[in-house]
């Protein structure tokens, strides 16, 4: 789709700088396209082209942004799978704990109680030598969970910073799919206006610079 796009622009281009290049052309039609409107065309090109290029930009960083969120949320979401792992292991007749870390329950899809559910999970172990002492025979050390509680304090940003990522993104794409409309409408009605003045042999003219009338 995107190089369906850039073709028809290209083809608008040419369109439009061919027009304005050229002076008996001008000439002709400038009752109907005089020199104002014709820039008019020109304007409406830089603009759509910057918004292609906009957008590029734009779904690039959103792209970005999002792969951080992702990698940075299944590293946090393994790492609290393999401490449930390990606490209903070593856990599984001691209700008291059990319930402390919710191990009967299954880990939410949504993420906001996904969150809920892994902070207070990290907390729940930093505040208990116990679960420390089991969780540290599966390699799930002090240290350990203490990098997980600094992950998991940025993951909100990171999640943030993807969701408005993506919405600059989606706006981008809103803006070239409103400026790209405008400026083939505008191609459109250029090509119907040198259809009325060149017929026949005329228009070797118009394919000379690229000019497709129809």
């Known amino acids: 789709m995107k190089e369906s796009y850039l073709r028809e622009l290209e083809k608008g281009r040419l369109l439009v700088y061919g027009v304005s290049a050229d002076e008996s052309i001008k000439e002709r039609i400038k009752l109907i396209y005089p020199a104002e409107r014709i820039e008019v065309g020109k304007l409406l090109y830089t603009k759509s082209k910057t918004a292609f290029e906009v957008q590029d930009t734009e779904r690039i960083e959103s792209s970005q ?8 949320y299944t590293m946090l979401h393994d790492k609290l799978i393999q401490i449930r792992k390990v606490g209903r292991y070593f856990f599984k007749n001691d209700l008291e704990l059990t319930t402390l870390l919710r191990l009967n329950k299954d880990v939410p899809t949504a993420y906001p109680e996904w969150k809920a559910l892994a902070d207070d999970t990290v907390n729940a172990i930093i505040t208990h030598e116990a679960i420390q002492e089991k969780l540290t025979l599966a390699a799930l050390t002090p240290e350990v969970i203490t990098a997980m509680q600094a992950d998991l304090t940025m993951v909100d940003d990171l999640k943030l910073k993807a969701e408005k990522e993506d919405g600059e993104a ?19 009605d250029l090509r119907a206006c040198l ?3 060149y017929e026949g042999n005329e228009r070797q003219k118009l394919e000379v610079l690229g000019i497709v009338v129809k």
């Open 170 to 188: 989606q706006q981008a794409t809103t803006q070239k799919q409103e400026y790209y409309v405008e400026f083939m409408a505008y191609c459109s």
């Open 195 to 197: 259809d009325l003045f």
């Open 65 to 72: 942004a999002t792969r951080i969120f992702n990698d940075s």
